[in-house]
């Protein structure tokens, strides 16, 4: 108060003096000085540069509006080291911070910048800053029971020391110290006994730097040169010596414990922490808040009248100035430092945000070395603000692989995190993801479903090409299918060559030769079209196969029941006055067959005009395969052929059946009887076999029904009647023929 009021006994808004003896203030160094300081001296408008003080409030220009500081707020200071935690992959973080301005607010901007980059905080602690050991045992035993391997400090090094006794005792270990400033450097800390707890503790210091000359300074103080009893008492400390006359009662005693300081000691042969000036922090902050009022004050003093900053531009008078004179030379201060560094204040007063990340590392000779691994600066272009070398770095243990921090191991590619109800979204459970679906990256939230073409494979971290399946020549049943096929159309071939070389044998005679042709050929066709049912199904085999198939199978369904007709009308025929005998002929049983097949003509042509089938890939029906298959077009036409071919099977099967009692010389009922007894066995069958298979099975059950139907027509009608002509041709005359026939009549 005496620097503003100018008198011994302030009046609080009274000045005695007329000009004011006070430029700026440098200080304090601690943020809880440094607050009430700001507020006094902001009501007077008197400049005020900090070198140490760091509480993010003071950054507030409404309360402290002459504040300034060559040293970054803890806002910076807490943005890295959120960064500085999220760099590793520590995502389970334990927070302990001291329950002051220092604390609390630096503590919360890293848990909120922890938060807002998904890390989850496993414990949050804070402690008195007056030792209390309900508080201390209370932080231990959190400390001892959380997963958490990474903590967070912030506090000062007198407040934590404590704490760090107590985890000494306990022998707490393998744990990964992240330090605020206020604990970074050490020499408390570096006692040997707690090296194996703390090694490895890795922070964030305010830049050092270099004052030219100033260990030149140091080595040629002298007592003699600054007689004061603080030189005096340094010497002794330094040199281990006692100043003559210190005590003149025990003169003799000191004379033999110590030796006597002469003052012509040398400093620059101790090796001594004071004495290096290498690594200098808070002394270059002040060197710097220094040279900040005197660059002001320099620039106040090169002002020229009409150039001035302020009303009618003018300039303050260097002997006669008002504080708020030099408040703004100070604010708009920039020069650039000894070291190339730029020194200037933003608009909170704030110096550029640079910091240097150390590493605490044990030397060979068991001392503690803070080692600088990397560096954040702010002012940096985005992305290049944090520069670490991570091989620079020692871990707890002598360790140099980054240890974990998490609640929960990382899920791999091919899993998903499952969030456990109740805890944090750090705290999960990986579930592999489930067929059809993908995690291509580690900690997928949620798996990705794989194009309807592609499938998942095995890991499930990657979408492969689903297998096309369908009924190929390639095969080993699709080369089956298309052999017997082949073997049943030759064979069938060689039956009608067979009846045309014996067709004016009785026998090919009696079974209407005409219509055992005819038969012959669709049983060939039958055996063919078997063979559009094998390959890549394609538009135009889609709208071929089953029209082909239909039409054909109407066309021996028609030929048999014609024959089972007209031998019923043959027979019938020869009874006296028979009505049947115009019926005949060759004229009746064509008609039967063209418009039997036709009707299956119609109904195909109709399918064909309003829904063709056509070719698709069903995606659904099996896993992890593309069923390359047709698809009918409508369903109710596909099985109204079939019933209409049933329909004529069974008709044709009850009228051979009642014929079965005729001659046996002339008599084919009995052969068509039991090939539509199979006929009609193997299509009800198929039925069942083809709703409940997919893909190429369900083609194949086709295919063997058209083979097995064609196959019991071909065996149980032309077989008999082959054996005659080949191996019994003395049945095969009219006059056995006819001979059989009178006895059995």
């Known amino acids: 108060m005496w620097l503003v009021t100018g008198q011994e006994d302030p009046i609080p808004n009274y000045q005695c003096r007329e000009h004011s003896p006070l430029a700026p203030v440098i200080g304090s160094a601690a943020s809880q000085v440094s607050i009430p300081m700001a507020r006094l001296l902001g009501l007077y408008r008197y400049p005020q540069i900090s070198y140490a003080s760091t509480v993010s409030l003071l950054s507030d220009r409404n309360e402290f509006p002459s504040f300034f500081r060559t040293i970054p707020s803890d806002d910076f200071q807490s943005v890295g080291l959120a960064r500085l935690v999220m760099h590793f992959g520590w995502s389970w973080v334990g927070l302990i911070a001291e329950d002051s301005d220092y604390g609390i607010q630096g503590i919360q901007i890293v848990k909120e910048e922890i938060l807002k980059a998904g890390g989850c905080i496993a414990f949050f602690e804070k402690f008195p800053p007056v030792y209390s050991k ?355 159309m030759l064979l069938s071939v060689t039956i009608l060559c067979i009846f045309m070389k014996y067709r004016e044998s009785p026998i090919v005679k009696a079974n209407n030769r005409e219509l055992s042709y005819l038969l012959l050929l669709a049983l060939v066709l039958c055996f063919l079209c078997s063979l559009v049912f094998i390959g890549q199904p394609r538009t135009w085999t889609c709208m071929l196969r089953q029209p082909a198939f239909g039409i054909i199978f109407a066309l021996c369904v028609s030929c048999v029941l014609a024959k089972t007709i007209m031998v019923v009308i043959a027979f019938n025929a020869t009874k006296p006055n028979s009505n049947l005998r115009k019926w005949v002929g060759p004229k009746l049983p064509n008609i039967i067959v063209f418009v039997c097949t036709g009707i299956q003509f119609i109904i195909c042509v109709v399918w064909l005009a309003n829904y063709p089938p056509f070719a698709e890939k069903n995606t659904k029906s099996q896993t992890g395969i593309i069923i390359i298959e047709c698809n009918e077009g409508s369903a109710p036409a596909f099985w109204c052929m079939l019933g209409y071919m049933g329909l004529l099977a069974i008709i044709c099967f009850i009228v051979a059946f009642l014929a079965r009692n005729l001659p046996d010389s002339f008599n084919e009922a009995k052969f068509i009887t039991f090939s539509m007894v199979v006929f009609v066995s193997v299509w009800l069958a198929f039925i069942p076999a083809y709703l409940s298979t997919r893909g190429k099975y369900m083609v194949a059950v086709e295919i063997f029904a058209i083979l097995a139907s064609s196959a019991g027509l071909l065996s149980c009608i032309f077989f008999p009647r082959c054996v005659i002509i080949l191996m019994k041709p003395d049945m095969n005359t009219r006059a056995y023929l006819m001979g059989k026939s009178i006895k059995k009549y």
């Not at 030099?326 to 945000?353: C, E, I, K, R």
Request: glycine fraction near 6%.
């Open 134 to 488: 309900k508080a201390t045992d209370h932080i231990i035993q959190v400390i001892k029971k959380s997963s958490a391997n990474a903590i967070m400090v912030f506090a000062v090094e007198q407040n934590f020391a404590p704490y760090v006794e107590e985890i000494v005792r306990q022998n707490i270990s393998g744990k990964v110290w992240i330090s605020s400033e206020g604990w970074t450097i050490s020499f408390f800390f570096a006692k040997k006994n707690y090296l194996r707890t703390l090694s490895g503790t890795i922070g964030i210091m305010n830049r050092k730097g270099d004052i030219p000359g100033f260990q030149e300074y140091l080595f040629h103080i002298r007592p003699s040169n600054y007689p004061n009893d603080f030189t005096k008492e340094f010497w002794e400390e330094v040199f281990d010596c006692k100043w003559p006359g210190t005590n003149q009662t025990a003169d003799v005693t000191l004379d033999i414990a110590h030796k006597a300081c002469t003052g012509e000691e040398k400093l620059n042969e101790l090796n001594n922490a004071f004495l290096d000036v290498s690594n200098l922090r808070y002394t270059y902050n002040t060197y710097t808040a220094v040279y900040a009022v005197a660059h002001a004050l320099h620039d106040m003093h090169t002002c020229k009248p009409g150039n001035g900053p302020f009303v009618n531009k003018s300039c303050a008078n260097i002997w006669e100035f008002e504080p708020w004179q030099l408040l703004h030379y100070v604010q708009n201060v920039h020069f650039t430092a000894s070291d190339g560094m730029g020194v200037f204040f933003d608009q909170n007063g704030n110096p550029p945000p640079v910091y240097e990340i150390l590493n605490w590392h044990i030397t060979p000779n068991n001392t503690l070395q803070h080692m600088k691994v990397g560096s954040i600066d702010f002012s940096a272009p985005k992305g290049k603000e944090l520069l670490i070398n991570e091989s620079a770095i020692m871990w707890n243990g002598g360790h140099m692989q980054i240890p974990n921090s998490v609640c929960a191991e990382s899920c791999s590619p091919g899993y998903r995190k499952a969030i456990r109800c109740g805890e944090p979204v750090c705290c999960f459970d990986c579930l592999p993801c489930s067929a059809g679906e993908i995690s291509n990256q580690s900690n997928a939230t949620e798996c990705l479903m794989c194009p309807d073409d592609q499938w998942s494979n095995e890991r499930r971290d990657k979408c492969i090409p689903k297998l096309r399946e369908f009924l190929s020549y390639e095969d080993p049943m699709g080369a089956t299918l298309a052999a017997i096929s082949v073997f049943c």
